[in-house]
């Protein structure tokens, strides 16, 4: 199992570009979470989904979009993006038992954006 | 809202010792999980230990272990025999076990550990 991947791990963006990030997980998670990192800071919550087709919003989601239309794929979308959004980005996923409860999340290895 | 608090930006232990980092939070949840994880120059989280707020034995994994205080709100990890490898940002984190937290992380701002020889 290669996990929770990321793609792409570095980017530089000029202010005004859209991208998009892609997150991959092959352990048949319904959950997944998007991520920011800046320095001084703990991780902050961007967008989570709870399933295949259903996004939600997190602590910091202006700026953001995101789509799960598949259950191992988690896309982040930048429209626009401004010099505020240069941070690294994790993904992250975990299973949700029937029972309820909460399951480890496993990350990504992180997604390096600069906007100049 | 809930609320993580790391007090120790950085600390710094010589290998072989011990070592232990702090970690509060604020909620008025009753059953809850608290996390924490390393972060090593790669980048990469990873995962060193978990803890239900129902069970009132603290967790171990092999060199680290918590000592988990309800009452107090208090969650602290201690990591015994330190390594060079131990290097790392630790981040407690916490998440509620209802139906609608969803598994969501709230995290602390990090330690910084440095492990010396």
């Known amino acids: 199992n290669a996990g929770v991947t990321q793609t792409p791990k570095f980017r530089v963006l000029k202010t005004g570009q859209s991208m998009t990030l892609l997150c991959a997980q092959d352990?048949?998670?319904?959950?997944m979470y998007w991520y920011r990192q800046d320095p001084g800071m703990g991780l902050r919550l961007i967008h989570y989904?709870?399933?295949?087709?259903?996004?939600a919003k997190g602590e910091v989601p202006d700026g953001y979009n995101v789509s799960r239309l598949k259950k191992q794929n988690f896309l982040l979308g930048l429209e626009s993006a401004a010099p505020s959004q240069t941070s690294v980005y994790f993904c992250?996923?975990?299973?949700?038992?029937?029972?309820?409860?909460?399951?480890?999340?496993?990350f990504g290895p992180g997604t390096r954006l600069t906007v100049l | 809202a809930q609320t993580v608090t790391q007090s120790q930006p950085e600390m710094s232990v010589q290998e072989a010792e011990t070592v232990t980092l702090s970690c509060t939070y604020d909620?008025?949840?009753?059953?809850?999980?608290l996390f924490w994880y390393k972060q090593p120059p790669s980048r990469q989280m990873i995962l060193v230990i978990r803890q239900e707020a129902y069970k009132q034995q603290n967790a171990t994994e092999n060199r680290f272990s918590v000592n988990f205080q309800k009452a107090a709100k208090s969650f602290s990890l201690k990591i015994s025999d330190s390594q060079l490898g131990d290097t790392a940002m630790y981040f407690c984190a916490f998440t509620n076990a209802g139906g609608t937290s969803y598994g969501k992380l709230t995290f602390g701002q990090g330690t910084i550990l440095t492990v010396h020889p």
């Open positions: 352990m048949n998670h319904e959950y």
């Open positions: 992250a996923s975990s299973y949700w038992g029937l029972a309820g409860g909460t399951d480890t999340q496993y």
């Open positions: 909620t008025s949840e009753s059953n809850y999980y």
């Open positions: 989904s709870v399933g295949e087709g259903t996004t």
